[in-house]
């Protein structure tokens, strides 16, 4: 026996949609230089989890693990905002979203794509040198920089949206 899907927004859906279009928090990211300061800071956030994860990993020391628990909060927060001031373009599922919409949600990902290749170029270029040089062996740096590839190829949309997003247009008042 098959079911059939429904085709329109589901209860998840209409949830969801009212979370990311929540408005009460708006003047986190009313203008471009506050969902800037957001994106900065959650690029920021997202290093030093980064940092704080590869030290647990590469060392026997515990306070890397304890940094990494109390950079989790702060990021959590740093990506509703960005989230929130993306009107959830990113996190909301296509029926949801209008035709512009989808548009720009492609845009997004397009960019983010490219920008990704070249951080994975980037990344070849500093493990090739590395080894090459004599620096560091190749195997030493692997896991470090897949890991900061791996993080900004899955966050680069969030935060090339964050950049991208446009200011709300000012509300119309009445002439009477």
């Not at 969902?35 to 989890?49: C, D, E, I, N, P």
């Not at 040089?133 to 993080?151: N, Q, S, Y």
Request: aromatic share 8%; glycine share 6%.
């Amino acid at each position: 026996m098959t079911t059939t899907r429904m085709a329109g927004p589901t209860r998840y859906d209409r949830r969801m949609f009212a979370l990311m279009n929540d408005r009460r928090a708006s003047a986190l990211y009313a203008t471009a230089t506050r969902r800037r300061t957001a994106v900065a800071a959650h690029v920021t956030l997202t290093a030093a989890g980064l940092a704080a994860g590869t030290g647990a990993y590469a060392s026997d020391r515990v306070w890397p693990a304890f940094a990494l628990l109390a950079v989790v909060l702060p990021w959590c927060m740093a990506t509703g905002v960005l989230n929130a001031a993306t009107r959830g373009l990113l996190e909301l599922r296509t029926p949801v979203l209008d035709e512009r919409q989808v548009a720009e949600r492609d845009r997004v990902r397009a960019r983010a794509h490219r920008l990704t290749t070249f951080l994975l170029a980037v990344a070849l270029g500093v493990v090739a040198g590395g080894d090459w040089t004599g620096r560091a062996e190749a195997g030493t740096l692997l896991v470090p920089v897949l890991a900061m590839v791996f993080v900004a190829h899955w966050l680069m949309p969030l935060w090339v949206a964050g950049l991208t997003v446009r200011d709300e247009p000012e509300p119309e008042s009445e002439l009477f």
